[in-house]
């Protein structure tokens, strides 16, 4: 019985001298947000851009920031869950500065100092689409109706659940922007 002791205490003793070297293999991973835009890149005045961050190691929400509010304009922020039961958030962004003008993206966790994911640089307008208007479009009181657009699609939408689709919320000065045309549907 003593030689089964005395093998077991070699065995858990070997196995603690062998990771003793190795404490940072343990150690817990910080949290920390992902982003899946980590590139610089240009974006058309007055257009938007998504960006999906991911948190890990927490379901702390982060604060996420345009780091200058006159070049880029914060938009809508929606928190999901990914398929590992991760949280995501959908944020968005408007490019309202002048061209050549930049700002970064930053996302901070609680008790952690701000990250920045990339630097977005305003580039040229997008076309005028105004004489693309049709005369349904040219009251005042269209001009500052919500309106819902897809982020690849070619129309714009009074309904948000037209056809389907995974819609924002816009205004129709933004979508004539982007060139986007009325849908037949819902707009008429």
């Not at 007055?46 to 929400?61: I, L, N, P, R």
């Not at 070049?71 to 050549?100: H, M, S």
């Not at 630097?119 to 689409?129: A, E, K």
């Not at 714009?156 to 129709?172: A, I, Q, V």
Request: glycine share 8%; aromatic share 12%; charged share 20%.
């Amino acid at each position: 019985m003593k030689k089964r002791n005395m093998s077991w205490v070699a065995l858990l003793l070997s196995f603690v001298l062998f990771f003793a070297p190795f404490p940072t293999s343990f150690a817990a991973v910080e949290p920390y947000v992902e982003s899946d835009t980590t590139m610089d890149f240009t974006k058309a005045q007055g257009d938007y851009y998504w960006f999906k961050f991911t948190v890990h190691g927490s379901h702390a929400d982060p604060q996420i920031a345009a780091g200058n509010g006159t070049v880029l304009k914060t938009g809508n922020c929606k928190k999901l869950k990914n398929a590992e039961g991760e949280d995501e958030y959908r944020f968005q962004v408007w490019a309202i500065g002048k061209p050549g003008e930049a700002s970064a993206i930053y996302t901070t966790l609680p008790g952690q100092e701000p990250v920045k994911h990339c630097v977005i640089t305003v580039g040229d307008p997008l076309p005028s689409t105004s004489n693309r208007q049709t005369a349904t479009e040219t009251s005042s009181t269209k001009q500052g109706r919500t309106i819902y657009v897809t982020r690849t699609g070619k129309k714009y939408h009074y309904n948000n659940h037209c056809n389907g689709g995974t819609y924002y919320e816009s205004t129709l000065e933004q979508a004539l922007a982007r060139g986007l045309e009325p849908c037949k549907k819902c707009v008429g």
